[in-house]
């Protein structure tokens, strides 16, 4: 509690600095008035990305509707931020198992940016912080994602899947699932998916 101290703090407070904004997190109801700073520290708060961070779209049987970095056409789940913030999911589990909520841990670096979407390859495979260590079940399973204190944040569940057609939320986050042929990788299903062939 030295006087440096304090002075320190006050002029972190007097600029808008971003440290002041990354030490409460949590602090939504100061996001009014949040400056660029504010809006570039991801939300870290498990609460807040319950009814705001959605399972958006789920491909479990790819060969050709799109491939991850190394070129390599795997299952994939679709996540959406419907928020202003962009949620930081390090800490966050997701499974495709009710039995086992655990089932893999998100690791730092894993970001839903505001109102947009971020794919996770369910490859089983160490590729990468956006790559999960199971695969999804073509013939039909669960996802679901959990907040680090083991809140519920959205689950789903898919039956059989044809190759190449995922199922995707109309409207995005909060419509029910339906088949899409015309697969919106990482991007919102927006029209794209309204027509099924
Ligand atoms: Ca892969
Ligand atoms: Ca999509």
Redesign the pocket.
Same mark, same amino acid.
């Given at each position: 509690m030295s006087r440096a101290v304090v002075l320190i703090g006050l002029c972190c407070a007097a600029c808008g600095g971003s440290d002041a904004a990354s030490s409460d997190a949590g602090a939504d109801g100061a996001r009014g008035d949040a400056d660029a700073a504010d809006a570039a520290a991801p939300d870290t708060a498990g609460a807040s990305a319950a009814g705001v961070l959605f399972i958006?779209?789920v491909m479990p049987s790819n060969t050709a509707a799109c491939s991850d970095a190394l070129g390599e056409f795997d299952d994939w789940v679709?996540l959406y931020n419907a928020g202003d913030a962009d949620l930081d999911l390090a800490g966050f589990t997701v499974t495709d198992d009710a039995a086992l909520p655990t089932k893999a841990v998100l690791p730092a670096g894993v970001v839903v940016p505001a109102h947009g *979407?971020l794919l996770l390859w369910a490859d089983g495979q160490v590729q990468g912080v956006d790559h999960l260590s199971f695969k999804l079940d073509a013939a039909g399973e669960a996802f679901a994602i959990f907040a680090p204190d083991g809140a519920p944040i959205d689950a789903m569940t898919f039956a059989a899947a044809t190759t190449d057609v995922?199922f995707?939320r109309l409207p995005?986050g909060t419509g029910a699932f339906a088949p899409c042929a015309r697969? *919106? &990788?990482?991007?919102?299903?927006g029209a794209a &998916?309204a027509a099924v062939p």
């Open positions: 958006n779209e679709e *979407t995922s995707a995005d697969a *919106t &990788c990482g991007a919102l299903n &998916c």
